[in-house]
């Protein structure tokens, strides 16, 4: 009798459980990102609920409801701080040639492009913290710190420990932190910091009933700033690898921004809304904006999943798009959407020089595989790949013609376009994109440039882990 009991008991779940599933399909049909996804997702949980319900409670979610329900009800200080640095002084709007078609990113910014600001450069880890912990000593106010990865190691404790003493100086510190991408950092970090005044919050893409299951979103953000004068964006987290001291990978190539001007505020903007969601206040911050000693044309794009449009993807679109000349990218990993790698391909198709520089080391095995696919359909038209041999490259940045360049956070797959929140710092000056060309023929100099059909010379195993390996490329 107790055998037959237990049976009933889990027929009955396996009945729940399909009936979960089903109905979780039309949740999936209704909200998945493309047509394909959402047929993958729906016969998945019809006929898999085991293993495909968790999946998608986990993975299945493109929009971060939360952060979007709490842009909507963003109070009335918020909305004022927003428009009123949205409206530039007209002497710090840059005035852009009718023709260029760079000025469809300022709708996607919702910002201007902004003149009288100073970019520069900051090439590798060295260059980076040396400029990071400078601004840092020099911080009259406050410092706000956002980074995606953070260890407790020399460079964390070095960081720690800065701003331990900018904070019993009597200066505002905020540092938040994303708690997946820092998830091995101890408590003991974050207490030695709060109890000397630092006001520490972790992102929090689990806040709220809706999204206590919901791993898949990422502030993915490496944001530094102080007294709202200076900002400091790009690719370097906080560790002794980007110091290039990884015993796995040696020498780390990254590549940074520090910048100075009316744009910074802008920068500034990204992080207080971050900081409003994880701890529901608002930093008491200077608004006014500052000319730097310079004329840059310079536009701060933060993007994310709570974003209306996919906005990261269209800002490459429409980059790639622009070219007459050139687009080259460098980007730890390529694993494009068909929008992104159609506009690739027609670029090269109508004679442009396009190159795409990765790693030859990688450190996530599945999205290095997964990448073959997307160079084999690309290279088809003439698209140029190169990896990088000395060590692990981890920049991500972006040059078209001679005039437009773009350092941030955003890698070239789908997780950057429609997961993570990103920030890219977009410059039209030929000065800057000098430099930034000089930085990439530095980098071919130490890349091997991939032969075509590469692939084809694969092992059959090694060509079907790469065909299987394409189907999570949604979710890498």
Known sequence: MEYLDELTLLGVALVLTHLIGLATSVDAIMHARTPQ???AWALTLIYLPYFALPAYWIFGRSKFEGYIDARRMESQEIRGIT????????????????????QFLEELAEFPFTTSN????LIDGQKTFDA??????EAEEYILIQFFIVRSDDLGTRLQQKLIEKAKAGIRVYFLYDEIGSHQLPNSYLIAMREAGIEVRAFHTTKGKGNRFQLNFRNHRKIVITDGTTALVGGHNVGDEYLGLSKKFGHWRDTHVKMEGPAVVTVQWSFMEDWNWAAHEIPKLHWTPQAASSEMNTLVLPT??????ETCSMFFVQAINSAK????????????????????QMAALRGCDVRIMLPEKPDHLLVYLTSYAAIQEAETTGVRFFRYQPGFLHQKTMIVDDEFAAVGTANLDNRSFRLNFEITIAVIDKKFAQQTEAMFLADFEQCRELPKNELAGKSFGFRLVVSLSRLFSPIL
Do not use: M, N
């Not at 100073?118 to 450069?121: A, F, G, K, R």
């Open 83 to 102: 428009y009123t640095f949205r409206q530039f002084e007209a002497r710090f709007v840059s005035r852009l040639d009718k023709e260029s078609p760079f």
């Open 132 to 137: 990071i912990f400078k601004a840092i000593d």
């Open 304 to 309: 994310g999943p709570a974003d209306k449009l």
């Open 118 to 121: 100073h970019v520069e450069l």
């Open 325 to 344: 000349d050139r687009v080259w990218i460098a980007s730890p990993y390529f694993v494009p959407d068909r929008q992104v790698l159609c506009a690739l």
């Open 37 to 39: 996804g959402g047929i």
